[in-house]
């Protein structure tokens, strides 16, 4: 089945008119890149990145576009002349909706519904590890697999911060620990926890999507409820939730972005037994020295450092 990828370039202004333009035609599920609306999306939640992606940053400068799909075809087709005859009627009233300039591809259906799997596959980690997406099979190995969905949310094994924390969790993974993974996306560090023979993990996340993506993550790797449990709540500002977490935990995860580790620093002894670990990754090199202080003047000894890709990970005790 072929599809028609139709783009139309207009101004932040503009996006409202067009889309409701669209919406008159029948044409609802659009998709929207907005300059400004992208940094407005960056400067709310700074505390939780660290840099941004130039090819990213490079694309969204000066953009508001407007991205739908038409099946190919004869109906298709006439429903792009309508389209066009009503941007050139909305170019004739306003003049700030900018080029409006219709641009068109012709792609295959699995070419945007599917081709986006072709970037996951399975993936070793470390030295006992491998990561499988859903969707393909690991066959016969002796590697200890983790069964994800990348399609859901961030925390696929493939960024360097991920893998830098997966390597050190082999290593600290012995059998029977007690997990408290914070930030945990898709849940892919408590699930390789567990996997790897820990005895009980507990997820916390501030995002409630994570609630059902983390367990359907779990499921797909056969644990239940029994040994994994996820949480929505933020140990930094809710004490009360802080508490309700407990301690004693062998091993706390924290996969985040420097800001938010500097501010679990003084917290994480308070979750820890006495000799557990605190494994922390997310942390751009040029701010490694930074959480590094945050960390040794809460008095935590970091026992390993690890960097790859302009990341760093820290194993504290």
């Known amino acids: 089945m072929n599809w028609l990828e139709l783009h139309i370039d207009t101004t932040h202004t503009g996006l409202d008119p067009v889309a409701a333009l669209l919406s008159t035609l029948e044409i609802d599920n659009l998709v929207i890149d907005d300059e400004e609306e992208f940094q407005d999306f960056l400067e709310e939640t700074r505390p939780h990145w ?9 694309r969204m400068r000066g953009r508001s576009r407007i991205t739908f799909y038409l099946l190919a075809g004869d109906a298709g087709f006439a429903k792009l002349a309508e389209v ?10 306003r003049s700030d909706c ?6 068109l591809e012709n792609i295959q259906d699995a070419d945007w519904e599917n081709s986006w799997k072709q970037y996951y596959k399975p993936l070793e980690i470390g030295e006992r590890l491998l990561v499988v997406p859903q969707w393909e099979n690991a066959g016969s190995t002796e590697r200890v697999t983790v069964t994800l969905d990348p399609g859901l ?20 993974v012995h059998g029977g620990e007690r997990v408290l993974d ?13 996997r790897l023979g820990a005895a009980s993990a507990l997820a916390v996340d501030i995002d409630e999507q994570c609630l059902t993506v983390a367990r359907d993550n779990a499921a797909l790797n056969q ?8 949480r929505i709540g ?6 009360d939730f802080r508490a309700s977490l407990g301690g004693g935990y062998d091993l706390v995860l924290a996969n985040i972005v420097a800001d938010v ?6 917290l994480v002894s308070s979750f820890l037994r006495e000799g557990g670990r605190f494994l922390c990754s997310g942390i751009i090199d040029q701010r490694t020295e930074e959480v590094a202080q945050a960390l040794r003047e809460a008095g935590l000894t970091i026992l390993e450092r690890h960097e790859s890709e302009g990341w760093a990970a820290f194993v504290c005790q």
């Open 182 to 194: 914070l930030g945990c996306g898709s849940g892919i560090l408590s699930i390789a926890a567990l």
């Open 223 to 230: 644990t239940g409820p029994d040994t994994f449990s996820v």
């Open 84 to 93: 066009r005859m009503a941007l050139q009627t909305l170019k004739e009233s």
């Open 50 to 58: 660290d840099y941004v992606d130039e090819d990213l940053a490079s």
């Open 98 to 103: 900018g080029s409006l300039l219709l641009t």
């Open 153 to 172: 949310t961030f925390g696929t094994g493939n960024h360097a911060t991920t893998r830098l924390c997966l390597t050190a969790l082999e290593r600290a």
């Open 261 to 266: 580790i500097i501010g679990l620093a003084p």
């Open 234 to 239: 933020n140990v930094l500002t809710d004490e």
